[in-house]
């Protein structure tokens, strides 16, 4: 069993920056790969970015690659998004999420545990 709480939301102007945190509890978090998804009003949830168990492999969305970066901290239990150049279409909530299994996914289905999610908000 695997706890998400995501912190680290706000409101941001277009071009600024975010980093968005999430702290995992449980005795797997250290071998579950993590994701990143998010969801806009009147949209469905969209995967933004992953990484493996290890930290040694990201994979990102395209409209977020080269402005996001995610992380991890197996020594604190945290996976972090990093979020620079901001766009408004950027606006969202954003959800944390971790998978049973050590691989990296794009795929919603596959993940097992989210979080409550955090709103992000950027203006023109």
């Known amino acids: 069993q695997v706890q998400l709480v995501e912190s680290g939301g706000g409101l941001v102007q277009a071009g600024g920056s975010l980093r968005l945190s999430c702290a995992a509890s449980?005795?797997?978090?250290?071998?579950?790969?993590m994701g990143w998804f998010r969801q806009a009003p009147g949209k469905e949830r969209e995967f933004v970015a992953a990484?493996?168990?290890?930290?040694?492999?990201?994979y990102y969305e395209d409209s977020v690659k080269g402005r996001f970066t995610i992380s991890r901290d197996q020594a604190k239990n945290m996976v972090y998004l990093q979020m620079n150049s901001l766009k408004p279409e950027d606006r969202a909530v954003y959800y944390c999420?971790?998978?049973?299994?050590?691989?990296?996914?794009?795929?919603?289905?596959?993940?097992?545990?989210w979080g409550q999610g955090t709103q992000v908000t950027v203006s023109s």
């Open positions: 999420a971790a998978r049973k299994y050590s691989g990296a996914s794009s795929n919603a289905d596959e993940y097992d545990y």
């Open positions: 449980g005795r797997t978090f250290s071998r579950s790969a």
């Open positions: 990484i493996n168990w290890s930290g040694g492999y990201t």
